[in-house]
């Protein structure tokens, strides 16, 4: 069965895969990249049975989709955050990236984004969460760095796309949406 074409997701996900596929790029294999050969952020180490050379952008979207933004439940969490937890969960994988929204929430941390957790993200301040939770994540860069030199090459990258983020989730947030949202 051939993926869904974007037209056919959520204005939420076209919004915020479209930020990902924009930052993440095509095809690459960096000697310091743990993922390995990468192509619009689709590793194959994250997906070993994946043709990554010859992913289109269609397959990976199905892919952020079903594994990614349905998995961090951003489909129910308020617009801005649902595009920062997806790009988190992109970037650092689905239950770190739960964990730093329950971190920043004051909420249990189990790395699992349940009802409390849905909660206590539409009752706080969209623009304070944002601002937080990327501020979380830029201290978790810091520490990967610290722990391991070889990605230094990698953090201004990951600073600039956490700036960029920020833009992209206020952006989105302040957007006026009516009724329910779409998965």
């Given at each position: 069965?051939?993926?869904?074409?974007?037209?056919?997701?959520?204005?939420?996900?076209?919004?915020?895969?479209?930020?990902?596929?924009?930052?993440?790029?095509?095809?690459?294999?960096?000697?310091?990249?743990?993922?390995?050969?990468?192509?619009?952020g689709i590793s194959k180490r994250a997906y070993p049975h994946e043709d990554i050379a010859?992913?289109?952008?269609q397959r990976a979207a199905f892919l952020y989709h079903r594994d990614y933004w349905r998995?961090?439940?951003?489909?129910?969490?308020?617009?801005?955050?649902?595009?920062?937890?997806?790009?988190?969960?992109?970037?650092?994988?689905?239950?770190?990236?739960?964990?730093?929204?329950?971190?920043?929430?004051?909420?249990?941390?189990?790395?699992?984004?349940?009802?409390?957790?849905?909660?206590?993200?539409?009752?706080?301040?969209?623009?304070?969460?944002?601002?937080?939770?990327?501020?979380?994540?830029?201290?978790?860069?810091?520490?990967?760095?610290?722990?391991?030199?070889?990605?230094?090459?990698?953090?201004?990258?990951?600073?600039?796309?956490?700036?960029?983020?920020?833009?992209?989730?206020?952006?989105?947030?302040?957007?006026?949406?009516?009724?329910?949202?779409?998965?």
């Amino acid at each position: 069965m051939p993926a869904p074409t974007l037209n056919t997701y959520s204005h939420d996900f076209q919004h915020a895969v479209a930020f990902v596929l924009a930052k993440e790029g095509g095809y690459v294999q960096h000697p310091s990249d743990p993922g390995g050969e990468t192509n619009f952020g689709i590793s194959k180490r994250a997906y070993p049975h994946e043709d990554i050379a010859n992913l289109t952008e269609q397959r990976a979207a199905f892919l952020y989709h079903r594994d990614y933004w349905r998995a961090v439940r951003s489909h129910e969490l308020p617009t801005g955050i649902a595009l920062a937890v997806f790009d988190g969960a992109v970037q650092h994988g689905t239950v770190t990236a739960a964990r730093l929204l329950q971190e920043v929430l004051g909420a249990k941390v189990d790395g699992i984004i349940g009802p409390k957790t849905l909660l206590a993200a539409r009752q706080a301040d969209t623009e304070w969460l944002i601002a937080r939770y990327v501020l979380r994540r830029a201290r978790l860069y810091a520490r990967i760095q610290a722990r391991d030199p070889a990605q230094a090459v990698f953090i201004e990258g990951w600073f600039n796309r956490l700036r960029d983020l920020t833009d992209a989730c206020w952006q989105v947030g302040y957007a006026a949406f009516s009724g329910p949202r779409a998965a």
